[in-house]
T-cell receptor
């Protein structure tokens, strides 16, 4: 069964700290992996998409890495800010145009 | 460029009723998919439409059905509502081509009482 797991479920850090969110997937034959942000009661905002042939993607203070062989991805957030507080979701696709399989998310709280 | 828009934003229905949720895709996007997100969970794939045809379905019963229109807007219909259908329903669209990221709307919060 293809499953995605995110650890930790919740994380609280002081402002300015660098942090890492983890995502693991059981079947390593992914097509691509996407990280999303979700604010309470809202939809999902796409942060980064990593193709299966790539090792990492960067956007501003965010860096996502992908290790297909070990079935893992990490989202690194540098110099965290209170505005980064949200739930972060990892999702994989196994074929072009296929469905996203999501983890349960990591709820991040950045304290001023 | 307008994003993905969904209507209504909130909806309350009674068990056994039927509901229709609507989605307008982002301009230029010809693929739309629907997801159900229960509280505290990640979204679960319901189905996907490409050029008005269903081309993928998750583990949801037939009372969940959909349509995609020529302008690529879409509907999700749920018949015989059950209490467990209470969730945030998310619509996502994507553009043609390899590795196009999905763009999500803000969802419709459905409460079944």
């Amino acid at each position: 069964k293809q499953e995605v797991t995110q650890i930790p479920a919740a994380l609280s850090v002081p402002e300015g700290e660098n942090l890492v969110l983890n995502c693991s997937f059981t079947d390593s034959a992914i097509y691509n992996l996407q990280w999303f942000r979700q604010d309470p009661g809202k939809g999902l905002t796409s942060l980064l998409l990593i193709q299966s042939s790539q090792r990492e993607q960067t956007s501003g203070r965010l860096n996502a890495s992908l290790d297909k062989s070990s079935g893992r991805s990490t989202l690194y957030i540098a110099a965290s800010q209170p505005g980064d507080s949200a739930t972060y979701l990892c999702a994989v696709i196994y074929n072009q145009g296929g469905k996203l399989i999501f983890g349960q998310g990591t709820e991040l709280s950045v304290k001023p | 460029e307008t994003g993905v828009t969904q209507s209504p934003t909130h909806l309350i229905k009674t068990r056994g009723q039927q509901v229709t949720l609507r989605c307008s895709s982002q301009s230029g996007h010809n693929t739309v998919s629907w997801y159900q997100q229960a509280l505290g969970q990640g979204p679960q794939f319901i189905f996907q439409y490409y050029r008005e045809e269903e081309n993928g379905r998750g583990n949801f019963p037939p009372r969940f059905s959909g349509l995609q229109f020529p302008n690529y807007s879409s509907e999700l219909n749920v018949n015989a509502l059950e209490l467990d259908d209470s969730a945030l329903y998310l619509c996502a669209s994507s553009a043609p081509g390899h590795n196009s990221p999905l763009h999500f709307g803000n969802g419709t919060r459905l409460t079944v009482t």
